[in-house]
């Protein structure tokens, strides 16, 4: 426990962003899902509007710091090749 006044909401801060950015981490990994199964069903409609949503989600991530800047451009560009597959 802390004893100081700032260490103690330092760490209530603390928590309060780590729960955000679970829940942030989370969306993400939701919505590269959702793209994979529109794939796999080979709907290419549906995978086209769930692309879209990925890529913003993706974006947005590493904008804000979930994501190193390469790694958003990685799962990007393999979430194009599986759509460009599909056809």
């Known amino acids: 426990m802390a004893n100081i006044k700032s260490s103690a909401k330092r760490d209530e801060k603390s928590k ?20 994979d199964a529109a794939v796999a069903e080979g709907n290419r409609d549906t ?3 769930a692309y879209k949503v990925a890529v913003k989600t993706v974006d947005r991530a590493a904008g804000k710091g979930l994501l190193h800047k390469n790694n ?9 090749t599986k759509l460009n597959e599909m056809e």
């Open 47 to 49: 995978a086209v509007s």
């Open 72 to 80: 958003a451009a990685h799962k990007k560009s393999a979430m194009a």
């Open 16 to 35: 309060l962003l780590r729960a955000k950015n679970r829940a942030d981490k989370t969306e993400l990994k939701t919505m590269i899902k959702k793209f």
